[in-house]
């Protein structure tokens, strides 16, 4: 196990739990949310802001990083927190849910995979041991080990093939990754759907024993009500002293009830996207700043928000930027979705903490029935 590196449980309520995962770049308070920062920027915001938002914790990707600017010259140029102005906790994920999703001419044995960049089409191969490399280069706080990760739905058989590879890619990844203090490696739940399989998955991992465990192989084309139904026991074939980090998810109400059924942790590009294309999340709902009701709102966009965003600009002024493709409209509805994930993630750790989690729950969702809710 690494040194500097431990997760404190602090309370649970019922399976939703609060703790702090320490690493010597500093506390993570769980449960957390990562912003995505996939290219060493989490887009259209400086890392100054992203912490003001209450990150802790940022993720990074190998897949991207490995292809340009490469993992070697960000090394050289003094690790990944250096290059890219970021003090606190990085996650690297392991590169395997890019290969399947982006990559060309993808071509998997049980080595690893070899493929074509989708940016330029050279040719590249990803296996444990070079992922492993890749995020040491990096200088990753938390790596996340080797995996396949399968497209839903796939066949039973299929997803059983997946997962019994990435298994042993599993324990390739943990060789690979030897004895580094300080520095964290996660396992990663595979099985799709399956109980069966996610247990045999899960007990596999524990034999290896990581550092902490994700459950991953979701938020790929199952829907929400499969998810959560995955959600009802995979966290609970995991190390109850770990964390446990839900991979790629996800909306708002994916993130809640995610941390009901006992996640810790989870990542996704949504808030960056949204925020880019005009897609706000509030506490009514969701915003589309693009459409004509809000060209002569001066309201903010959630009164309740100390966001920039919102103590200093109208919805009539983020439409308008918006419409008129400014840069700042990118800005600041991204810095807005930053800072409501995050509100919403120190209101489930207040919550937990003093056993009023199912209250906050009901509130949350009584609050997104009152309007502002809009047509994507």
Same mark, same amino acid.
């Given at each position: 196990m690494s040194q500097n590196f431990s997760f404190s449980l602090n309370a649970t309520d019922g399976k939703a739990r609060t703790g702090v995962i320490h690493t010597p770049r500093g506390d993570i308070r769980t449960p957390a949310f990562m912003p995505v920062g996939t290219a060493a920027t989490v887009k259209a915001m400086m890392p100054e802001s992203v912490a003001a938002t209450g990150a802790d914790i940022l993720l990074g990707n190998t897949y991207h990083l490995m292809l340009r600017p490469t993992a070697e010259r960000i090394a050289r140029l003094g690790g990944l927190h250096k290059f890219m102005n970021w003090s606190k906790p990085i996650l690297t994920d392991s590169g395997g849910f890019q290969v399947m999703s982006l990559a060309e001419l993808r071509q998997l044995t049980e080595k690893g995979v070899t493929f074509k960049s989708h940016i330029d089409g050279s040719k590249h191969e990803l296996t444990p041991e070079r992922s492993m490399e890749i995020q040491r280069l990096l200088g990753s706080d938390i790596v996340m080990c080797f995996d396949e990760c399968p497209a839903?739905?796939?066949?039973?058989? *299929?997803?059983? &093939?997946?997962?019994?590879?990435?298994?042993?890619?599993? =324990?390739?990844?943990?060789? =690979?990754?030897?004895?580094?203090?300080?520095?964290?490696?996660?396992? /990663?739940?595979?099985?799709?759907?399956?109980?069966?399989?996610? #247990? #045999?998955? *899960?007990?596999?991992?524990? $034999?290896?024993?990581?550092? +902490?465990? =994700?459950?991953? +192989?979701?938020?790929?084309?199952? +829907?929400?009500?499969?998810?959560?139904?995955?959600? $009802?026991?995979?966290?609970?074939?995991?190390?109850? @002293?770990?964390?446990?980090?839900?991979?790629?998810?996800?909306?708002?109400?994916? /993130?809640?009830?995610?941390?009901?059924?006992?996640?810790?942790?989870?990542?996704?590009?949504?808030?960056?996207?949204?925020?880019?294309?005009?897609?706000?999340?509030?506490?009514?709902?969701?915003? !589309?700043?693009? !459409?004509?009701?809000?060209?002569? @709102?001066?309201?903010?966009?959630? &009164?309740?928000?100390? %966001?920039?965003? %919102?103590?200093?600009?109208?919805?009539?002024?983020?439409h308008h930027v918006f419409r008129a493709h400014e840069m700042i409209s990118g800005m600041l509805l991204t810095w807005h979705n930053l800072h409501y994930f995050q509100e919403i993630m120190q209101g489930m750790r207040d919550a937990i903490a003093v056993g009023q989690f199912a209250d906050w729950e009901a509130g949350f969702h009584a609050g997104r029935t009152q309007g502002d809710i809009e047509p994507v």
């Open positions: 839903l739905p796939a066949t039973d058989m *299929a997803v059983a &093939e997946s997962m019994r590879m990435s298994m042993r890619w599993a =324990a390739r990844s943990k060789d =690979a990754f030897g004895d580094r203090p300080g520095h964290a490696l996660f396992g /990663i739940q595979q099985g799709g759907v399956t109980q069966d399989l996610r #247990e #045999e998955s *899960a007990k596999a991992l524990r $034999e290896i024993d990581f550092d +902490g465990y =994700a459950v991953g +192989g979701l938020a790929v084309g199952e +829907g929400q009500e499969a998810m959560f139904g995955v959600l $009802e026991y995979a966290p609970d074939m995991l190390p109850k @002293d770990k964390p446990r980090y839900l991979m790629g998810v996800g909306k708002p109400d994916d /993130i809640v009830g995610a941390v009901k059924r006992g996640i810790d942790m989870m990542d996704c590009v949504l808030p960056s996207r949204s925020g880019r294309t005009g897609q706000v999340f509030t506490r009514r709902g969701v915003i !589309n700043i693009k !459409n004509a009701r809000h060209a002569d @709102d001066p309201r903010p966009l959630d &009164e309740h928000c100390t %966001c920039p965003a %919102c103590s200093h600009y109208s919805r009539a002024y983020l």
